[in-house]
């Protein structure tokens, strides 16, 4: 069972470069999710999606994108990094609303912007 | 605005200890969820327990109880005869009514060390 699998696991990047982060989930998850997690800060909701199509801001959306476009997939984007956006970046996905079910996570992603 | 505290950023004990780590939330509605996530260091997060506020019994699981008191919003938990595999990083949340409930508020995490 692959469950959610984020690509890459490890990126350096440039400051102002651009990439995308990739999360797929194969338990036809209709929630997904995207945060990150810092030293003392804990984890951060960047935007999240309720459905194929459908995206919403978290508390901390300034810098990112993100696209829903197929169900089993929930892209971050990153247009013109900054080095405030070095993070590990966790995926997460639940069937239904996380008071009826629990969130399944990715290994993280790591991102450094030198 | 909801917000969940774990003020015990570190815990260190010798294994067989128990321990108990502490979570402290606020919000103003009636009717809450709040979540118990264990990270290993292999970084995965991994859901451990989830407790409606209208459900007050304390949990147990094992060598893990957790103990629910509204009367002083806290959602403790404590792991009896901790074990090295305890080592992790413990994470409470509590679910987010502005988002229709479909999201989480995350505390800031208690990394926990259990040495042989």
């Known amino acids: 069972n692959a469950g959610v699998t984020q690509t890459p696991k490890f990126r350096v990047l440039k400051t102002g470069q651009s990439m995308t982060l990739l999360c797929a989930q194969d338990?036809?998850?209709?929630?997904m999710y995207w945060y990150r997690q810092d030293p003392g800060m804990g984890l951060r909701l960047i935007h999240y999606?309720?459905?194929?199509?459908?995206?919403a801001k978290g508390e901390v959306p300034d810098g990112y994108n993100v696209s829903r476009l197929k169900k089993q997939n929930f892209l971050l984007g990153l247009e013109s990094a900054a080095p405030s956006q070095t993070s590990v970046y966790f995926c997460?996905?639940?069937?239904?609303?996380?008071?009826?079910?629990?969130?399944?996570f990715g290994e993280g992603s790591r991102l450094t912007v030198l | 605005a909801q917000k969940v505290t774990q003020a015990q950023t570190e815990i260190s004990v010798v294994e067989k200890e128990d321990v108990t780590l502490d979570c402290v939330y606020e919000?103003?509605?009636?009717?809450?969820?709040l979540f118990w996530y264990k990270q290993p260091p292999s970084g995965e997060l991994v859901f451990l327990i989830r407790?409606?506020?209208?459900?007050?019994q304390n949990e147990i699981s094992g060598r893990y109880s957790w103990n629910f008191q509204k009367s002083t919003s806290s959602f403790n938990f404590t792991i009896t005869a901790s074990q090295v595999v305890d080592s992790a990083v413990y994470f409470c949340?509590?679910?987010?009514?502005?988002?229709?409930?479909?999201?989480?508020?995350f505390g800031k995490g208690t990394m926990l060390l259990v040495s042989p």
């Open positions: 997460a996905s639940s069937y239904l609303r996380p008071n009826t079910g629990e969130l399944f």
């Open positions: 338990m036809n998850h209709e929630y």
């Open positions: 999606s309720v459905g194929e199509g459908t995206t």
């Open positions: 919000t103003r509605d009636t009717t809450y969820y």
């Open positions: 407790r409606n506020s209208f459900d007050e």
């Open positions: 949340a509590l679910i987010d009514p502005n988002s229709g409930y479909s999201t989480l508020t």
